[in-house]
């Protein structure tokens, strides 16, 4: 008969690996992240949709991975390894660098205005550091660096140049503006309007990728509903709660 000692030894080595394996879940979205810049680095309109492909996977990996770590304990069970820094090292690259250097990469930007793309990357730096960039009701505070995002649709609409600039400085702008956006995988408000519609906008955006190039600068448009409702519903949040403070 096994002793309780040597029982609850076993649970605990249990709990370090399930620990662990999250941990290493998190981090295959860093392997994401060396096959987008291989793909950049190659460039072509096949490379770049494949890269974008692989910022999809990268985002499913961080919109699952709070979650498994939440049921593993992780913090408790390997308190000496931060899981935090893990995921904005991971997060920093799949969601702002590469996405920027894809932009650059396919000349969204005309070469006199490139140089403009370093403007998000030093916002989303801050942003990425700021301590309270997450509140504790679970919102963000200022824009997320959804840069992968904004990459997809300049990429795939290619608008004028203007409005590609506007957009980048428009976004780096709401960075520092410290009003919430919805953390869908935190849940709090519309968190299940948000998880639904992006099940769907994946879909979408597969399409939009893969599926017949006729449709697919068409399949990107109408894919925009889901950002927008984003905003939308980020905006009814933020006036809620300027209407909250002010009382």
Same mark, same amino acid.
């Given at each position: 008969?096994? !002793? +309780?000692?040597?029982?609850?030894?076993?649970? $605990?080595? $249990?709990?370090?690996?399930?620990?662990?394996?999250?941990?290493?879940?998190?981090?295959?979205?860093?392997?994401c992240c060396a096959g987008m810049a291989v793909l950049i680095v190659q460039g072509g309109e096949t490379a770049f949709r494949w890269a974008f492909f692989l910022m999809m996977i990268a985002?499913?990996?961080?919109?699952?991975?709070?979650?498994?770590?939440?049921?593993?304990?992780?913090? #408790?069970?390997?308190?000496?390894? =931060?899981?935090? *820094?893990? =995921?904005?090292?991971?997060?920093?690259?799949?969601?702002?660098?590469? +996405?920027?250097?894809?932009?650059?990469? #396919?000349? $969204?930007?005309?070469?006199?205005?490139?140089?403009?793309?370093?403007? +998000?990357?030093?916002? !989303?730096?801050?942003?990425? !550091?700021?301590?309270?960039?997450?509140?504790?009701?679970?919102?963000?505070?200022?824009?997320?660096?959804?840069?992968?995002?904004?990459?997809?649709?300049?990429?795939?609409?290619?608008?004028?140049?203007?409005?590609?600039?506007?957009?980048? $400085?428009?976004?780096?702008?709401?960075?520092?503006?410290?009003?919430?956006?919805?953390?869908?995988?935190?849940?709090?408000?519309?968190?299940?309007?948000?998880?639904?519609?992006? *099940?769907?906008?994946?879909?979408?955006?597969?399409?939009?990728?893969?599926?017949? +190039?006729?449709? !697919?600068?068409?399949?990107?448009?109408?894919s925009m509903f889901y950002p927008l409702i984003y905003l939308s519903l980020s905006a009814v949040v933020a006036a809620q709660t300027g209407l909250r403070s002010a009382r």
């Open positions: 008969m096994a !002793s +309780p000692a040597g029982g609850c030894h076993g649970v $605990v080595t $249990v709990r370090k690996v399930a620990a662990w394996l999250v941990h290493l879940y998190t981090a295959t979205g860093l392997l985002t499913a990996i961080d919109a699952t991975d709070g979650w498994l770590a939440r049921k593993a304990d992780v913090k #408790a069970v390997l308190p000496g390894f =931060d899981g935090r *820094a893990l =995921d904005d090292l991971i997060d920093f690259h799949a969601y702002t660098s590469l +996405p920027l250097l894809l932009l650059w990469r #396919a000349a $969204v930007l005309p070469d006199g205005l490139a140089w403009l793309l370093l403007v +998000p990357l030093l916002a !989303s730096a801050y942003g990425f !550091s700021r301590v309270e960039a997450k509140t504790h009701d679970g919102y963000f505070l200022g824009f997320p660096s959804y840069w992968n995002v904004v990459a997809f649709y300049l990429y795939m609409l290619r608008p004028p140049a203007i409005l590609s600039v506007a957009t980048l $400085v428009l976004f780096a702008v709401l960075t520092f503006v410290p009003t919430p956006y919805i953390y869908a995988t935190r849940g709090g408000r519309f968190a299940t309007t948000i998880n639904v519609g992006a *099940a769907i906008w994946f879909g979408l955006l597969g399409i939009a990728l893969f599926g017949p +190039p006729e449709y !697919s600068t068409t399949i990107a448009a109408l």
